[in-house]
């Protein structure tokens, strides 16, 4: 049936990540306030970069990879989980049950694709790059964006206050000085409109 045999891993992982439609996300999707998948996430978060990469602090990234980015960091979720990102958690389990998770669906690629895969998944953890602070930045104000539209559906339900979204958010600024200007005037307008907690 294959032609060869980077073709059947590469099919063989294209089959796998299929499984990141069933992760679910706590943000709902604004019109009808479902809850929504990893998959979902992912490909938002590739058109925020498409769409907003002129607001980057860094004018000269490389916008493929930074949507390759986007669309893999998540991908280690269909072994991890999605934890939410304002609960109590242990940094460390979390981290070392994710890096299993990237070398064991990346590794069903062919050798020299499952390392650039695993490379950019460390760049995006890292954020030690321009375009990793900007796929950071995105994937920050993605929720931000369906958390204000959905009258804070997630921030209520999980009694989030203002001080744990500014602490988990304040990295967009340096992917985006612009977008985080953006994003703390939604955060002061949801507290505004009853959809946040101030505090």
């Known amino acids: 049936?294959?032609?060869?045999?980077?073709?059947?891993?590469?099919?063989?992982?294209?089959?796998?990540?299929?499984?990141?439609?069933?992760?679910?996300?706590?943000t709902v999707l604004v019109k009808d306030q479902r809850q929504e998948n990893d998959a979902e996430h992912s490909w938002h978060l590739a058109m925020l970069v498409v769409v907003l990469s002129e607001y980057s602090n860094d004018s000269s990234i490389d916008l493929l990879r930074t949507v390759k980015m986007t669309l893999i960091h998540d991908i280690i979720e269909i072994d991890a989980g999605d934890t939410f990102c304002y609960s109590k958690h242990d940094k460390q389990e979390k981290t070392e049950r994710e890096r299993e998770a990237a070398h064991r669906i990346f590794c069903?690629?062919?050798?020299?694709?499952a390392q650039e895969y695993i490379d950019l998944w460390e760049e995006f953890e890292t954020m030690n790059t321009p375009e990793a602070k900007f796929a950071a930045a995105v994937d920050r104000?993605?929720?931000?964006?369906?958390?204000?539209?959905?009258?804070?559906?997630?921030?209520r339900k999980h009694?989030?206050?203002?001080?744990?979204?500014?602490?988990?958010?304040?990295h967009i600024a340096d992917g985006s000085s612009e977008l985080w200007r953006f994003a703390e005037a939604l955060i002061d307008e949801s507290v505004k409109r009853g959809f946040l907690l101030n505090g």
Do not use: C
């Not at 049936?1 to 706590?26: A, C, G």
């Not at 069903?108 to 694709?113: A, D, I, S, V």
């Not at 009694?159 to 304040?170: A, D, L, M, P, Y």
């Open 141 to 155: 104000l993605q929720p931000l964006l369906l958390n204000f539209y959905s009258e804070g559906y997630a921030w």
């Open 1 to 26: 049936m294959f032609t060869s045999e980077r073709l059947r891993q590469q099919i063989s992982f294209l089959k796998e990540i299929d499984n990141l439609k069933q992760i679910l996300r706590q």
């Open 159 to 170: 009694g989030v206050k203002r001080s744990q979204v500014i602490e988990r958010n304040h």
């Open 108 to 113: 069903l690629l062919p050798e020299q694709q």
